[in-house]
């Protein structure tokens, strides 16, 4: 399995930018997809997550409001849609996967996830 990160990049304060995160695999599977990011110099946090039927979402606070994550369904990519981004957004974002079947449904820990992408970088400037 293996996951690619996509559409990072350098926006100024108050901007948007929308991730993608595409799922490969040999045989299909419905997973449960997380965003996480980590900052310079900091651990890696929690951001969004998505259930592998779409129906559930789970944002973390700093970002609710202004993120949100979706899938048009368990085969689609998913995105994650970042709306008026601040500098404190700056980060590497990495997205995470894993079998619905496999697991309940933590989405906030990073535990939880099996599978990782390779990161897409995200720079807000002031």
């Known amino acids: 399995v293996q996951l690619q990160a996509s559409g990072g990049g350098l926006v100024q304060a108050g901007g948007s930018l929308r991730l993608s995160c595409v799922v490969s695999a040999r045989a299909f599977s419905i997973y449960d997809m997380g965003w996480f990011r980590q900052a310079p110099k900091k651990g890696r946090e929690f951001v969004a997550a998505?259930?592998?039927?779409?129906?559930?979402?789970y944002l973390s606070d700093s970002v609710k409001g202004r993120f949100t994550i979706s899938r048009d369904n368990p085969k689609s990519p998913v995105y994650l849609q970042m709306n008026s981004l601040r500098p404190e957004d700056t980060a590497l974002y990495y997205c995470?996967?894993?079998?619905?079947?496999?697991?309940?449904?933590?989405?906030?820990?990073?535990?939880?996830?099996?599978?990782w992408g390779q990161g897409t970088q995200v720079t807000v400037s002031s």
């Open positions: 995470a996967a894993i079998r619905t079947v496999d697991s309940g449904w933590y989405p906030t820990s990073e535990n939880h996830y099996k599978y």
């Open positions: 998505i259930s592998g039927s779409g129906r559930n979402t």
